[in-house]
Every structure is written in C-alpha cells, then in structure tokens.
C-alpha cells in the first residue's frame, strides 16, 4: 500500500507556542489531504480537508486562524496549530488520498503534549 | 455524523474467524463502504472497501448484503495481532468520517 510520513511522531511544548506537524505521501501525489484530531478512547474527529494549492476546508467547529493548514505540493500538507493550550494536547492524524479510488492512506499520528 | 452502527467490542478466540458487522441502513447508491482498523496509538490501517459485491484481499473479506444496508468485514483466521478497533465508513467523496467502531479482542 501506499506510504504516509507524518512527523513529528511526538511533541512537548509550552502553553503559548506553535507547533508544525507535516504530513507527507511518499510515492504517490495526493491532491487532497486530510487531518484528524483524536482525543483518548474517542473516535477520529475531521478536522478539515486540505487541497493542494486551494485552502482548506474546516469542519464546523473548528478555529481556522488555530488550526492552520497549508498544502504547497501534491505531496506535503503542513498542519500548525497556533499558540496552543493545554486543551490542544491530542493525538493529531493526517491521511492522502490514495491512487485507487477513494482510498485514504494514514501517517502514524503525531502526540502533542501542551503544557 | 457518522453514518453506520457498529457493536462496541466484540471477542475473538485466536485462529477462529472474526466477523464484525455494520449496518448502514441510509446508504446511498453510489457510497461506498470502507473498512479501516486503529491498532492502540497508531494511524488507521486501510483494510478492504466494496460498492454492491463481496471483497476478498489478504487480509480480509467483505460481505455487502444485497440491498447494501449492511455488511459483514471477516477476518478468516483472527491473530492477537489483529487486536484493534475496527471501523466501518460509508463515502462517496472522499471525506471519510469516523463512527465509533468496533473493539475487537482477540484471546489467546
């Protein structure tokens, strides 16, 4: 199957700061990108869609100028979550659609620990 | 919102099949049905997807019922390696939303 590279794998950071997650698909161009967010023992919650050279879309609920997402290349989506609290600590998921038909391939994840 | 029902957890004895079923009752003629597993602090796992016939690929089958308001993900020959959370996705366009899933354990 097709390969999802997300990094990092796992961050700490003061309460305040940025923290940049990337998410890249390795041997294959994925037009359309996708992040998750995902507290413990909860389901994977869309967080928005991210196209390559558009914006992305944000699911309701879900703070844009926090939560910023850019998409530069048909292989690398960046998520940067902004000043972020301690209520942002989670477990972040980006996926890329895949060469067969609506296939979602996933990275590995990325634990973001706010203190 | 998601749109299937799935069982919360469901146990397995290892070696035996696993069959985790999900009901998608407001499926709508050109959706998909998209099987994915979650193994404890990692990214989901593709593992088999169908539109109206059964699937069979190494790692699984699917049985899609004939008016495709439910299905049947079968893992032939469950391992403690196939411990996970399996989750059941209907899409059409690619914006896949995750229900609650499955918690399959498979004992020893």
């Known amino acids: 199957g097709a390969v999802v590279s997300q990094h990092p794998s796992w961050v700490i950071c003061k309460s305040g700061t940025s923290v940049k997650i990337e998410c890249r698909s390795l041997d294959f161009q994925a037009t359309t990108m996708f992040w998750y967010r995902q507290f413990p023992k909860q389901s994977l919650m869309l967080m928005a869609t991210s196209n390559e050279g558009s914006k992305a879309t944000y699911e309701q609920g879900v703070e844009k100028d926090k939560f910023l997402i850019n998409h530069a290349s048909l292989t690398l989506s960046t998520l940067t979550v902004t000043s972020a609290h301690p209520e942002d600590s989670s477990f972040y998921i980006c996926?890329?659609?895949?060469?067969?038909?609506?296939?979602?391939?996933f990275g590995a994840g990325t634990r973001l620990s706010v203190l | 919102d998601a749109k299937t029902t799935q069982p919360p957890s469901m146990d397995c004895a290892e070696g035996r099949a696993a069959n985790l079923p999900c009901n998608h009752s407001t499926i709508s003629g050109n959706e998909y049905v998209y099987w994915y597993r979650q193994i404890h602090s990692q990214g989901p796992q593709y593992i088999i997807h169908?539109?109206?016939n059964n699937e069979t690929n190494e790692m699984a089958s699917l049985i899609i019922t004939e008016d495709r308001k439910s299905s049947t993900l079968i893992l032939p020959h469950a391992t403690l390696r196939d411990t996970a959370v399996y989750y059941c996705i209907v899409d059409n366009n690619n914006d896949m939303r995750f229900g609650a899933g499955t918690r399959l354990t498979v004992k020893p």
């Open positions: 169908g539109l109206k």
């Open positions: 996926s890329a659609g895949g060469r067969a038909l609506n296939i979602q391939y």
